[in-house]
């Protein structure tokens, strides 16, 4: 009995962790496939951690907030952390958020001369 009391606290307390990052993440849904188009502009800041990174990007006097992909599929791919630092120019050929104009959402990213698949 006792050990089914454990197990009950156990799962319990694995639930209230788990499910804040779970509902945190949000799907690709929000983001109009219908107007992709070429994001050009200067890294302004990189936030690198799980589940996405997220670029910051200064774009014709606005900044950007630009989702990538998770991080290991962008490190498969040869994209890593030193690649995005702040000042370098890139183009992100992204989505729109269908709500929030300053959020997209990157399928591929260019920077210094190197294209990067993120999606496909």
């Known amino acids: 009995m006792r050990n089914i009391a454990i197990a009950a606290i156990a799962a319990a307390l694995f639930a209230g962790v788990a499910m804040p990052a ?8 929000s983001y109009d496939a219908a107007k992709q ?3 050009t502009g200067t890294i302004a800041e990189l936030k690198w951690e ?3 990174a997220i670029l910051w990007v200064n774009r014709e006097g606005k ?3 630009v989702w990538l992909s998770p991080l290991q599929r962008m490190v498969d791919r040869g994209l890593n952390k030193e690649a995005l630092s702040a000042g370098k120019s890139v183009t992100v050929d992204a989505q729109p958020h269908t709500k929030n104009a300053n959020e997209w959402k990157a399928l591929s990213i260019r920077v210094d001369g190197k294209d990067y698949d993120l999606m496909r």
């Open 63 to 65: 900044r950007i907030e």
């Open 37 to 39: 188009q070429k994001v």
């Open 50 to 52: 799980q589940p996405h």
């Open 22 to 29: 779970a509902w945190a993440h949000h799907g690709w849904e």
